[in-house]
């Protein structure tokens, strides 16, 4: 590896072998490396293979280690899942359908027919989101006719009841801007609309947010078409620079007063480890910490809050030697929550996980299907 890494080549010069080192420059082969290709056939072999490691180490990029999905600060305690938009990319994804079963302890597995729908954009972000929730189980009763054979009665009839859900779809879209960052969120429950509008600093922070209540005037219900907007809140927000790795953010309402300052201390690479929100008229106050481990992998979220009693919410995530995400678990005032497991494939891809629930003893199996 070091003679990949430091490019040597050898020549023969009398009977002595001498080492010497040469800077590559693109995919040019000096004149050094053009005698040995001249002089010694088993060399040239060893060389092409060396060549072919150095290449890979030199195309390597090391965001695509990570599986389907990356655990990250901002994304600890959101619901939304950590897709990596890189490997997503990478691996040319255009959808990926969680099948959903869930299955109490003593119990048969259910399928309730619910799922998870993701779709992406050529550069790995997500574009849209939906998933089915039951909003109303009927049941029903079924009866069975009597078995004859032979004229001979087998079995009586019987009636049964099954369960028939009703589902709602519930729909996110997103939309982005020439710099692919986040500039619309469209929420959709039914008929109604909410979205997210955001504005963005030279700098790729987040200037100004507007949310708003939206109606959509299409015949075609799948495609938006803008009629009333109604603004629920207006915010904006100013950064100052605090530290070499530390800054704020104060947070402005629709009438450019400041009602939160949040204070963000990152490490040398730029991960956040500490977010400490303040609100300025009340006592409220909001504390997150973060830790990774040597390879700048999320390792444990944990975020404390008064504004409603005392609440403490953990997250822990562990890793294989792949370096693919293992196991998380959610803890809310050092009571488990829920524990998850995550399978992955021979290239990093996340093909299931399943989600225990100890305290209503039952496990949740998700299977991912993947369309490229």
Same mark, same amino acid.
């Given at each position: 590896?070091?003679?990949?890494?430091?490019?040597?080549?050898?020549?023969?010069?009398?009977?002595?072998?001498?080492?010497?080192?040469?800077?590559?420059?693109?995919?040019?082969?000096?004149?050094?490396?053009?005698?040995?290709?001249?002089?010694?056939?088993?060399?040239?072999?060893?060389?092409?293979?060396?060549?072919?490691?150095?290449?890979?180490?030199?195309?390597?990029?090391?965001?695509?280690?990570?599986?389907?999905? /990356?655990?990250?600060?901002?994304?600890?305690?959101?619901?939304?899942?950590?897709?990596?938009?890189?490997?997503?990319?990478?691996?040319? /994804? *255009?959808?990926?359908?969680? $099948?959903?079963? $869930?299955?109490?302890?003593?119990?048969?597995?259910?399928?309730?027919?619910?799922?998870?729908?993701?779709?992406?954009?050529?550069?790995?972000?997500?574009?849209?989101?939906?998933?089915?929730?039951?909003? *109303?189980?009927?049941? #029903?009763?079924?009866?069975? !006719?009597?078995?004859?054979?032979?004229?001979?009665?087998?079995?009586?009839?019987?009636?049964?009841?099954?369960?028939?859900?009703?589902?709602?779809?519930?729909?996110?879209?997103?939309?982005?801007?020439?710099?692919?960052?986040?500039?619309?969120?469209?929420?959709?429950?039914?008929?109604?609309? !909410?979205?997210?509008?955001?504005?963005?600093?030279?700098? @790729?922070?987040?200037?100004?947010?507007?949310?708003?209540?939206?109606?959509?005037?299409?015949?075609? #219900?799948?495609?938006?078409?803008? @009629?009333?907007?109604?603004?629920?809140?207006?915010?904006?927000?100013?950064?100052?620079?605090?530290?070499?790795?530390?800054?704020?953010?104060?947070?402005?309402?629709?009438?450019?007063?400041?009602? #939160?300052?949040?204070?963000?201390?990152?490490?040398?690479?730029?991960?956040?480890?500490?977010?400490?929100?303040?609100?300025?008229?009340?006592?409220?106050?909001?504390?997150?910490?973060?830790?990774?481990?040597?390879? @700048?992998?999320?390792? *444990?979220?944990?975020?404390?809050?008064?504004?409603?009693?005392?609440?403490?919410?953990?997250?822990?995530?562990?890793?294989?030697?792949? $370096?693919?995400?293992?196991?998380?678990?959610?803890?809310?005032?050092?009571?488990?929550?829920?524990?998850?497991?995550?399978?992955? $494939?021979?290239?990093?891809?996340?093909?299931?996980?399943?989600?225990?629930?100890?305290?209503?003893?039952?496990?949740?199996?998700?299977?991912?299907?993947?369309?490229?």
């Amino acid at each position: 590896m070091k003679k990949v890494l430091h490019n040597i080549n050898y020549l023969k010069k009398g009977s002595d072998l001498v080492k010497e080192h040469s800077t590559p420059s693109g995919s040019n082969f000096n004149s050094k490396t053009s005698i040995l290709l001249a002089f010694d056939p088993f060399r040239v072999e060893q060389f092409m293979k060396c060549l072919l490691i150095f290449v890979i180490l030199l195309t390597y990029n090391s965001s695509l280690i990570s599986q389907t999905l /990356i655990p990250t600060a901002e994304t600890a305690f959101e619901s939304q899942l950590p897709f990596n938009a890189e490997y997503i990319k990478s691996q040319h /994804i *255009k959808s990926i359908t969680f $099948d959903i079963i $869930d299955k109490k302890d003593l119990q048969v597995a259910e399928d309730k027919g619910l799922l998870n729908y993701y779709e992406f954009n050529s550069n790995g972000l997500l574009t849209r989101f939906y998933y089915t929730s039951i909003v *109303k189980i009927i049941q #029903k009763e079924y009866h069975s !006719e009597p078995v004859y054979r032979h004229r001979k009665l087998i079995s009586n009839g019987h009636s049964y009841t099954k369960n028939e859900y009703v589902y709602d779809t519930v729909s996110t879209n997103y939309f982005y801007n020439e710099a692919d960052r986040l500039k619309l969120k469209r929420y959709n429950d039914g008929s109604y609309y !909410e979205s997210y509008y955001y504005d963005y600093s030279a700098d @790729g922070k987040v200037e100004k947010e507007k949310r708003c209540k939206e109606t959509n005037v299409s015949e075609n #219900k799948s495609e938006f078409k803008l @009629g009333g907007q109604f603004i629920i809140s207006e915010e904006s927000f100013k950064y100052i620079t605090t530290g070499k790795n530390q800054y704020k953010k104060v947070c402005q309402n629709d009438e450019g007063r400041p009602y #939160k300052e949040i204070i963000y201390t990152l490490n040398d690479a730029k991960q956040p480890i500490s977010i400490n929100e303040q609100y300025t008229v009340t006592w409220i106050t909001q504390n997150s910490t973060f830790t990774y481990n040597q390879k @700048g992998q999320l390792t *444990k979220a944990s975020y404390k809050s008064n504004s409603n009693g005392d609440l403490e919410q953990v997250r822990t995530y562990e890793y294989d030697a792949n $370096d693919c995400l293992l196991t998380e678990k959610q803890f809310k005032n050092g009571v488990l929550l829920k524990e998850v497991s995550y399978i992955t $494939d021979a290239t990093k891809k996340v093909t299931s996980y399943i989600i225990r629930d100890p305290n209503n003893k039952s496990i949740r199996i998700v299977k991912l299907l993947y369309q490229y």
